[in-house]
Structures are given as C-alpha cells and as structure tokens.
C-alpha cells in the first residue's frame, strides 16, 4: 500500500473530525494516533496522522509535524494536508504558521494556502476574515478559549506573526470567477495565502484549483474536498468498502474537559438525564483523583454517566489564575485520562470524549495506536474503532464546538442501536 494523500492534524479531534468528512466523501482514510514508529506499514492511501501539537512551543510543534511528514512521505505521500481548527486556534507565537513553514521548505518549497472554512458548521472566510455563525472569530465564544482565546478574526493579521511576512488572499470575488481562474491568479501571490470561503461550493473550486500544490492547510470541509479533486484526477484514493458501525458491548461513559460554548450546553443537558460527577481543577490539584475515581467504581458498569470539567469562562479564569492556564489544563486532562482507564479497566468500551486536548489525553491513556473511522454522528464527529489490550473500543471524540445540544445522547443511541 502507497500513501497518495498524506495528511497531518494538529490535535486528535480535528484528525477524526478529518477522517468522518473524507470517510463520508468515500476514501479510504486510516488515522494514527500519534507519530506511527517508522517501519508502520501504510494501511490506507489517506493516512491521517494525528499529532497533539497545537499548543505548546512552536519548535516541538515543528520537529513533531516535520516527523509526521518523514513517515508520509516515506510510505509515499507527494501531496500533504495540514489540518487545523475552523477557527484557526493558535497563539501569536503559532503553531500553524511555523508548522506550515517548515512542512513547506520540507518538501521543496513553493506556495501553500490556508483555508480554516467548514460552512457545514457555520465557520465562513470572507475577505479574509473568519467568521462563526454570525459572528467575527474575536466576537464569538471564541474569544473566552481557555488554552487559545481569539481575539482578532482577520486570517492575514492573524497569520503575519506567525510567519514573519504578510500572506495573500483569494478571496471570495476571484474563487466565485472558477478553478482557472484562482490558478492563474497564483503567480502574482506570495507563499503563504489565505483564502476565503463561504459556503461548500467555494471550497470545491479551491481544491479543484489547487491539487497540483504539495502542500495544503486548513480544516476539515478543505481537506476531505481535496482529497476527492485529487481521486477525480485519477488518485487512487477511494475505499472500496466501508467501515460499518458495529455494536461494541460493555458499559459507556462520557467524559468532558471542553468548556466550549456548545460543550457546557450538551454537558448541562445530559447532566440532567445520567449521574454525573463534576470535577474541579483546584481540587484536584491538592488531592489528585481519588474522590472522582471512588464516584466512579460506585457507578454501575454498563449504566450511562458523565464527568465533566466543563466549567464557564469565568470559572476556568479562576482556576488558570491559581495554577497557570498549562497547570490546569493539564491536571485536568490527566484527571480524564486517568478515569478513562479506569472506566476500561472496569468494563467500559464505548467511549464519548468531548475536548480537542481532552481526546489526546483520553486516547493516550488508552494507548491506541490507529483508529479504524467510521460513520458520522454529527458533521465532522464519527464514531471511531480501535483494540486496547485485544478489547474492541468505540470513541467517539467530538472537538469543543461540533455537535447539537444533545449530542451526548445521540452518539451512545446511534451505536447501541447498531445490529
Ligand atoms: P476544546 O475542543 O473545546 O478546545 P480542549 O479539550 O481542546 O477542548 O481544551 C480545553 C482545555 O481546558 C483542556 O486543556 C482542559 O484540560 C482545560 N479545562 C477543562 N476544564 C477546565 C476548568 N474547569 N478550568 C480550567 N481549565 C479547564
């Protein structure tokens, strides 16, 4: 097997929010949880290789994605995806600007664009701003984001920092004059470029425009759109059958460290319905995760429950300004994690995580290696397959913002009630 599309993402949501498009468009993805050891055989011709470099200083972001690539390209892979949240997190120092940077110059350089857009779910670039539902990135929930607030929506002034000069931007009039058009507009663009989109079809023309670059960026709607202008020019990269949902026995259980906004509306809402355990940073901070671990031993094993450390913004600003924005980032994400292996430890294999850096943790704890992709449960959240320890497991891992309000109980219907 040939890697013909490799593809790097930036945190384990935003590879499976990946993976759910592209496996929807009809390829044939296999995602890798973490740097895949270097004699990994390619499984698939879209490989996904989901990193936890978002956060964190740009260097180690760098060498992480530049090791992604080695194995890509190793196994095959001339054209790459680079795949980042539609709402473009990252801090002034990056990562998506430097990680870009040296993806490029790895593979010889050239021009590369950058298209956060997924209109499916309300992010939209218009002259270079981007936009969530109705509102500019720095006026939506956005702005309150424990780990990367955002704070302006202009892609170009966000980006400029990032790689020490000022990008291009298509935009929007020039993408709506068609595919030639974009590509003839090219050569008179710098490197790096912004583009915009607003609904499905402007991503559709981007990617048929741009298949011939070695490197793309951006999020989801853009990847898996690329992918299908690259299997049309005759890749090999459609599956020829499909992971099917299948039932996974054993208990279940939800776990949250997302205090998106669309997140604390689903944890309000299922908190109501399951037992639910609420866990607080400070407090385990001082005494670790004993109480949360004894609540949840007291659990029946294959009755539904949630733990949560979704919290609202001013909340979590008191808990960043006592331990540090990483201090309580992290005790809460190993909390998770712990729990997490403790749930499999007790019986529990279906899995639904709530949480970019939460589903990095939980997965970590789980040591899974690659994740088979299967059916969506909402744009851009599937239902994901893995072994643990030779157990079959079923993760769904939803991003902080995707989902309806009551997300939680549709993924556990949708796979219980799988034959
Ligand atoms: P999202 O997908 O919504 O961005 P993430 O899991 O990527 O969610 O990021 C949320 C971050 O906030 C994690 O690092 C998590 O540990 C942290 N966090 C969760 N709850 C709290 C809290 N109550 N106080 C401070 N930080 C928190």
């Given at each position: ?27 044939d ?90 209109p ?46 000022a ?11 068609g ?15 912004i ?38 020019e ?31 509306q ?64 992290r ?52 239902w ?36």
């Amino acid at each position: 097997m040939r890697i013909r599309f490799g593809c790097i993402a930036d945190d384990f949501t935003g590879a499976t929010d990946l993976a759910g498009l592209m496996v929807r468009a009809g390829l044939d993805v296999t995602l890798r949880v973490g740097l895949p050891e270097t004699a990994a055989p390619p499984q698939s011709p879209v490989e996904i290789v989901a990193l936890k470099s978002r956060m964190g200083p740009a260097e180690e972001a760098v060498a992480a994605s530049r090791r992604a690539l080695a194995w890509l390209r190793q196994g095959g892979a001339k054209r790459v995806y680079f795949k980042y949240c539609s709402t473009f997190d990252s801090t002034a120092q990056g990562n998506i600007g430097p990680v870009a940077a040296a993806l490029l110059a790895d593979l010889g350089g050239g021009q590369t664009v950058y298209c956060p857009a997924f209109p499916e779910n309300g992010r939209r670039v218009f002259m270079g701003h981007l936009f969530v539902g109705r509102l500019p990135l720095d006026e939506s929930p956005m702005k309150d984001h424990p780990l990367t607030p955002m704070r302006d929506s202009s892609l170009v002034r966000l980006l400029q920092p990032q790689i020490g000069a000022a990008p291009g931007l298509i935009d929007l009039p020039l993408i709506l004059q068609g595919a030639g058009a974009v590509r003839r507009a090219l050569p008179d663009l710098p490197a790096h470029i912004i583009a915009d989109a607003v609904g499905d079809q402007d991503i559709v023309t981007l990617a048929q425009a741009l298949t011939g670059l070695v490197l793309t960026t951006g999020g989801s709607a853009f990847g898996a759109a690329l992918g299908l202008a690259l299997a049309r020019e005759g890749l090999p990269l459609v599956r020829t059958s499909a992971t099917a949902l299948r039932p996974i026995p054993g208990g279940q259980i939800t776990l949250s460290g997302s205090c998106s906004a669309m997140t604390r509306q689903q944890v309000a809402h299922y908190a109501r319905l399951v037992p639910a355990l609420k866990l607080d940073p400070l407090v385990l901070a001082a005494e670790g995760p004993g109480a949360a671990l004894n609540w949840l031993k007291a659990q029946p094993a294959m009755a539904p429950k949630l733990i949560y450390a979704t919290a609202e913004p001013d909340e979590v600003a008191a808990a960043q300004s006592r331990l540090g924005v990483d201090g309580s980032g992290r005790v809460v994400e190993q909390a998770l994690a712990t729990l997490a292996r403790a749930a499999f430890d007790l019986g529990t294999r279906r899995f639904v995580v709530a949480g970019g850096e939460t589903s990095g943790a939980v997965v970590g704890a789980l040591g899974v290696a690659s994740l088979a992709v299967g059916p969506e449960i909402a744009p851009g959240v599937p239902w994901t397959f893995a072994r643990v320890e030779g157990q079959d497991v079923a993760l769904a891992l939803k991003s902080g913002n995707f989902g309806a309000e009551d997300f939680f109980t549709r993924a556990h219907a949708m796979i219980e009630g799988a034959a």
